[in-house]
């Protein structure tokens, strides 16, 4: 004899399908509509503060928000990019495949596929170029706030891709950075020079610095051993140049005579 009891209670196991069903439910629809302050906030947080999206709406996979380099969390220094920026995130077999549209400094999306490995992650870069002001720079806090630079940042990639495994970061393909009318505030002389920065990726990237044309003469070269660069250079001002750019020269190195050497790592 069947009771009453036992029509109006649902077997057990009928109950955790349920219940699993409605935790699968829930968990796709936070993902699918996480907020895109998720995502700013944990950008702000790996980046230590220097890059921060500012009012950012929409959600992780489609959103769009204000770009701002800063010098550090509450940092004196803040550079905005001007207009916003709009990206889209969808997943891939093995990753994840990022655009980024920056009207202001991009004429074609800026994209990527981020793949993660055993010990860390890559960002394989589609080929491309863009254009930054150079007053961003000063976001990043020192050297660059004191030398607070204006002009314009060309960069080209070719076949470039970023590696990580643990601590130890490497670079493959190549690129390029054209400085153009640069100027420093540490300096009456508008623009200094132009100059052409080029990084080379494989068992041991390298770097070159060359000067194009100018006032200020900058070269240099460096090796990225895989966690710091090595970087020997020097400055020296064009003839007739040097009172203009004493100052400058005292600061951004170590003086000898009338050159400036610079050296990183």
């Known amino acids: 004899m069947v009771t009453r009891a036992a029509l109006s209670s649902p077997p057990a ?4 399908w349920a219940v699993l069903g409605i935790l699968i439910g829930a968990a796709a629809a936070l993902s699918l509509f996480a907020p895109a302050r998720w995502l700013a906030a944990a950008l702000a947080q790996w980046s230590n503060g220097h890059l921060q999206l500012v009012n950012a709406r929409g959600t992780i996979w489609n959103g769009t928000a204000g770009v701002v380099f800063s010098s ?4 004196a220094e803040s550079i905005s990019l001007p207009g916003m920026l709009g990206w ?7 990753g994840m495949a990022v655009a980024l549209d920056l009207p202001c400094c991009a004429a074609q999306p800026l994209q990527f596929k981020a ?9 394989d870069w589609r080929d491309g ?11 990043f806090g020192a050297p660059w706030n004191t030398l607070k ?13 970023m ?16 400085a153009i009318d640069i100027s420093s505030s540490l ?23 060359t000067t194009r044309e100018g006032s200020l003469q900058l070269n240099g070269s460096g090796r990225w051993n895989g966690t710091a660069l090595h970087f020997d250079g020097e400055a020296s001002a064009a003839s007739g140049r040097e009172d203009a750019l004493s100052n400058l020269l005292n600061i951004i190195g170590r003086r000898e005579g009338a050159r400036s050497l610079i050296t990183l790592g």
Do not use: C
């Open 13 to 16: 196991a009928g109950w955790r």
């Open 115 to 123: 793949l993660p490995r055993p010990k860390g992650f890559e960002l």
């Open 72 to 75: 550090g969390a509450g940092g």
């Open 163 to 178: 590696r990580w495994n643990g601590p130890q970061l490497a670079l493959a393909g190549r690129a390029t950075l054209d």
């Open 129 to 139: 170029q863009s254009r930054w002001p150079a007053a961003m720079l000063s976001g």
């Open 187 to 209: 300096s009456t002389l508008r623009p200094m020079g132009s100059y052409h920065l080029a990084l080379e990726g494989g068992p041991s990237p390298t770097l070159l610095l």
């Open 149 to 161: 630079p204006e002009g314009v940042l060309n960069i080209a990639m070719q076949a470039f891709v």
């Open 88 to 94: 889209t995130l969808r997943p891939r077999w093995g």
